[in-house]
Structure formats: structure tokens, C-alpha cells
């Protein structure tokens, strides 16, 4: 199985400030590659596909780059409602994995 | 609106089965797999596997084979997963989610039902 090795775990920035985090794959994925905001009691929401597609609806400054290995998502200025977890999900082949989740909190 | 709505939580014994539901609204359900997804403290998030609503067929993670058993109902849009001999770390929400492309190659899952706690407790 695909290992998502996913850093930080949890940050704390300022509003305004750029966030980014970072998934890396145990081996090479391609882009397949998905980011997903968690906030409390709620299920997932997709937001980014194929690394770096932004799903509709979705704000701007969310983006994602990266592809085989190494893959970053970006907050280019946080705001109040971007407090959730965000997590990383491999989908090159079967079985899916996740990273292990970064907890964006505001300063 | 393409719409999942899970069943409602559920307390278990050791040793006992789960099964929960899933049905889908405002789209075609027999096109989209649906996928299994659980959510534990101590694990994060955790995919348990996929069924085919329109064959039935099904892939399982390797760690859930011979516990887990996903069927569905194409007549009531539902799909469901059994969970069985379950033990106290099972204790999780378990979310049904759909395949952002349908059937076909392997991609992720955009629209997710609401979760279902499931605790295992003596």
C-alpha cells in the first residue's frame, strides 16, 4: 500500500497569513492526488482534484501543485473559515490512502 | 442536489455486526460507485473499500477482508456495509462517499454522506 506522509500535523497562523502543507507518497502517484477540508462534525469536502484542479465554488486562495512524490496545498491568505483539518488522499490505485491530517488554526 | 444520507448511530457489543445505510439522491445510482470510508481518533481517515451499485462487485482493503461486506439495493438507491465481530477499536464514524467519476479507473470521492457513529462498548 501507498504510504501519505503528511506535514505539519498542525499549524497556527495569523489571518492573512499563506499556509501550506505538504503530502508525500511512499512512491510515485502521478497527480492522483486529492485535497479535502474537514471541519468539526462534518464530513469531508473536496477541494482540490488531480493535484491541482480547484473543485467549482471553491476559492481561489486554495491551490495545490506537485505531482509523482511531492505535492504542497497552499492558503494563500488564511481566513477565519479555513480553520478545519485538510487532508491528503492518494488515489493511484487501489487501496485509497489518506494522510495523516494537518489542523490549520488561527493565531 | 446529489444527496447521501446515512442511518442513525449505532452502540455495539464485542463480537456483534453493524450494518449501516446509505441512500443516495439527485443522481443516477447505479453510474457511481459508492466508496467506505472510516474516521477514528487514533487512525484518521481510513477507506474500507468500494462496491459497484450497478454489478454488485466489490474491492475491499486488505485489512477489512473476511469482516466487511458491502451490498446494496438498486430498487431503494441505498447501499450498505456490514461490519462484523466488531471490537472496541472499530469504535469510529463510518461515512459513505461517492466516486468523483463514476464507474471506471480509480479516482476519489467528491460527495460524502453525514457519518454514522459507531460504538463499540461491553
Known amino acids: 500500500d501507498i504510504k501519505m506522509t503528511q506535514s505539519p500535523s498542525s499549524l497556527s497562523a495569523s489571518v492573512g497569513d499563506g499556509v501550506t502543507i505538504t503530502c508525500q507518497a511512499s512512491?510515485?502517484?502521478?497527480?492522483?492526488l486529492n485535497w479535502y477540508q474537514q471541519k468539526p462534525g462534518k464530513p469531508p469536502k473536496l477541494l482540490i482534484t488531480g493535484a491541482s484542479n480547484l473543485e467549482t465554488g471553491v476559492p481561489s486562495r486554495f491551490s495545490g501543485t506537485g505531482s509523482g512524490k511531492y505535492f504542497t496545498f497552499t492558503i494563500s491568505s488564511l481566513q477565519p473559515e479555513d480553520v478545519a483539518t485538510y487532508y491528503c488522499l492518494n488515489y493511484d490505485n487501489l487501496p485509497l490512502t489518506f494522510g495523516g491530517g494537518t489542523r490549520v488554526e488561527i493565531k | 442536489q446529489v444527496q447521501l444520507v446515512q442511518s442513525g448511530a449505532e452502540v455495539k457489543k464485542p463480537g456483534a455486526s453493524v450494518k449501516v445505510s446509505c441512500e443516495a439522491s439527485?443522481?443516477?445510482?447505479?453510474?457511481?460507485?459508492i466508496h467506505w470510508v472510516r474516521q477514528t481518533p487514533g487512525q484518521g481517515l481510513e477507506w474500507m473499500g468500494r462496491i459497484n451499485p450497478n454489478s454488485g462487485g466489490t474491492n475491499y482493503a486488505r485489512k477489512f477482508e473476511g469482516r466487511v461486506s458491502m451490498t446494496r439495493d438498486t430498487s431503494i438507491r441505498t447501499a450498505y456495509m456490514d461490519l462484523s465481530n466488531l471490537r472496541f477499536d472499530d469504535t469510529a464514524i463510518y461515512y459513505c462517499a461517492r466516486d468523483s467519476r463514476g464507474i471506471g479507473p480509480v479516482y476519489g470521492m467528491d460527495v460524502w454522506g453525514q457519518g454514522t457513529t459507531v460504538t463499540v462498548s461491553s
Open positions: 512512491q510515485g502517484i502521478s497527480n492522483f
Open positions: 439527485g443522481y443516477t445510482f447505479s453510474t457511481y460507485y
